[in-house]
């Protein structure tokens, strides 16, 4: 996720502060929103999931070799997708798991030209709220019914791939093309 903000103080002497006003910034490019690449955002979901795994891959390299090679932990890595707007559940997020996928595959070149990788954490488990857009995008492998009483949790496509792989399925790769291989 990428964001671009300006220091803004004058947020701190508003009489109603949120936790947005606390930051005393302003966003000028607010993260998946970026006017830029309009024609690969999720159809019907007005969000921009834009995987660049060579940055991940180039990003550990430059650890490695710059920093003496530290370990690292991966954490918040993934995929999010606006609410249906008519309150439908979404379970097949099908482009999910490609976009994990690929910084998978990324972390897992790292380590084996030589990065101390020691952990990949998806961004979420479950649908959560989000700092910046509280419950506007929704990351969870785990989807939640938040028009439930109960808020209803029920496993996405994306979910029941990733337990497979943790379970020793097979990590679907990127052909030399750049094209994603099917399940």
Do not use: C
């Amino acid at each position: 996720m990428t964001s671009h903000s300006d220091d803004d103080p004058s947020q701190l002497e508003r009489e109603l502060r949120d936790y947005s006003a606390d930051e005393a910034s302003k966003y000028v490019t607010m993260p998946f929103k970026s006017s830029r690449h309009q024609e690969f955002k999720q159809p019907g979901l007005g969000l921009q999931n834009d995987d660049a795994p060579w940055a991940l891959r180039k990003l550990l390299e430059h650890l490695q070799i710059k920093y003496a090679n530290p370990p690292v932990i991966i954490y918040e890595n993934g995929a999010g997708h606006e609410p249906d707007p008519s309150g439908g559940l979404l379970y097949d997020d099908e482009f999910r798991s490609p976009f994990l996928q690929v910084y998978i595959e990324a972390a897992l070149q790292s380590i084996r030209n030589g990065s101390n990788v020691r952990g990949y954490f998806v961004w979420s488990f479950m649908d959560v709220f989000e700092y910046i857009y509280a419950y506007e995008f929704q990351f969870g492998l785990i989807g939640v019914d938040y028009g439930a009483e109960g808020r209803t949790r029920y496993p996405r496509s994306s979910a029941r791939w990733y337990a497979g792989f943790l379970h020793g399925g097979e990590l679907r790769t990127v052909a030399p093309d750049g094209s994603r291989a099917s399940s």
